[in-house]
């Protein structure tokens, strides 16, 4: 049995020692407040979609540590290839909630520039950033650039053919990769045990991959054994895995229903391992941070929460043609007539 | 002279030697220099980081290939086989394709994958299959055909510099057929990637054909001239887009048309065409459009494949059946 790496356990005890020596109070504010504001927004999110605002949200909630500690502890230049469900990451990158919100209005397929923020847009097909993730940090690697690629899946991806292809092409190759897998213990219905017999640390680690595993919850764990994977990674000794075990609080999405296959006591048991609650214990019993700390950081969170209310209902639909633009690098005549017979159409109708 | 798989590998050469992004990757693509040669000597001369020797794993030649074109390379990748090519469907249709539209254009990923199709060497199954209707059915993909030494020189050369993902089917039975290629990009024999090539004039019949058929379909046409018969050949070369204007033209001069391709007519690319040249050229045509191509059966064995695969004959008697309509 693989030991789960830990730093801050549930009651908010920080495990001092060798691993626990970068960690202070500025960093844990830091992370505190990034975790806060991650889920405020998520929360927001999910009640714009129940006001119908948004056409479906994929909650973050629970796994708001996984995110946070871990793309806290790259670099900025350092890619990203998500998945779907890592808002908090994303909002650490600097990406606005009106470019986060946009594909789930259904005013476009993605709300951000990937460039800008070295985070490239969320790819729907399970695990099929895992192998551009591996192209990307290639060709990083042939350029000589001192940058690794991390890529974020969750469990049930990793049972996707492209997930081994990855998994195998980075170590053949000796690609800067670091695999970060979020465990959430459900994809939609499924659960752990139907998805994989061995335990999915053992499989990356037959892969030839330096892996660890981590209390997804513990965000000052998370960010530890990121910073020791990139580290490695960037060292030039090959590609790293983490898995860290979390929890997916809601449901897979706002069209699910998870009581139809999890039991409350379960969901219950989770909550009390709340990433957020144990920080806020530590901070708390170190006194790390002040009460005006907390009343400064929920006002930010209240300030957030209008700004992602207002940035939502300003996303208006685009001008139907726009369909026709970006398909190919120059649309050629047959798409130019397609688009062009569309606009005379539309046009054709009287108000 | 060249024959087809030499004419591609200077194709690769000119590529690898003009632009340092270029990649070519694949399965036994360096040491070996590819099953059918079409790599020969390049990781030699280009080194194993750019002549890449890959897994043994079709989305991931192309998964990776996306990765690396987002980080400014040039991948061209090849897939052994068009049986082959199925497992990296996912990565091409859903990813390579859509990358363009779904970032608005923030991201593009010009990656060439080359496909060597259909059938006529005898193979084994999954190894002589004519699968472009599932790509040209993908909006965001070019997707093209090289019939010959020339094109198949110029339409790589093209396909590699192009900043859309190309699709690039070779024929596999022509690799070791001969023809010229032309030195200068300026020569007026090389055309656009998106054109259509009317390769023998004729006035009675037009053939439309690509890849494989496109010299069946120049022995129908001589044949045909012994008997009066006169028969244009254009060859598609761009099957997505495809060049309307040079079909439509030819068919509205000869008024009747012949659709010959090796993958099954059933849902095929020649039903796209006949509806075109039926919207396009109504009025002109004398017979309708006749399609000539593999039965709607998977890819029969080796000793039955003659039977299947479209040949002069049968080539012939559609051009009988729209000149007697």
Redesign the interface.
Known sequence: MVEIFQLLGPDGDLRDGPSASAIDAELCRALFRDMVLARRFDDEAYYLQRQGELGLWLQSRGQEAAQVGSIRALRDTDWVFPSYRDHAAALCRGIEPAELLAQWRGV???GW???RYRF??Y?L?LA?Q???????????Q??GADELVMTYFGEGSSSE??AN??F??AA?MAAPVLFFCQNNQWAISTPTQAQFGAPLHQRAAGFGLSTQVVDGNDVLAVHVATSRAAEAVRCGEGPAFIEALTYRIAGHSTSDDPTRYRSDAELDHWQTLDPLDRLRRLLEARGWADDGFFTHLEAEATALAERVRGACRALAAPEAASMF?????EP????AAERAAYVEYAGSFLD | MFTLSEAINRGLRAGLETDPKVMVMGEDVGRLGGVFRVTDGLQKDFGADRVVDTPLAEAGIVGTAIGLAMRGYRPVCEIQFDGFVYPAFNQITSQLAKLRARSRGRVTAPVVIRVPFSGGIGAVEHHSESNEAYFTHTAGLRVVSAATPQDGHWLLRQAIACDDPVIFFEPKCRYWSKGDVTESPDDPLVLPLDAARTVRRGDDVTLLTWGSMVETCLRAATAAQAEGHSLEVVDLRSLSPIDTDTLVASVRRTGRAVVVHEAPTFGGLGGEVAAALGEHCFTSLEAPVMRVGGFNVPYPAAHLEEHYRPDLDRVLDAVDRVLHY
């Open positions: 476009s397929q993605s520039d990937p460039a490239h847009i790819t097909v099929a895992l192998p551009h993730a591996v192209g990307y940090a290639i060709g990083a042939h350029d053919g492209e292809e990855a195998n092409w053949t633009d970006h398909v190919l690098a050629g005549p047959a798409l």
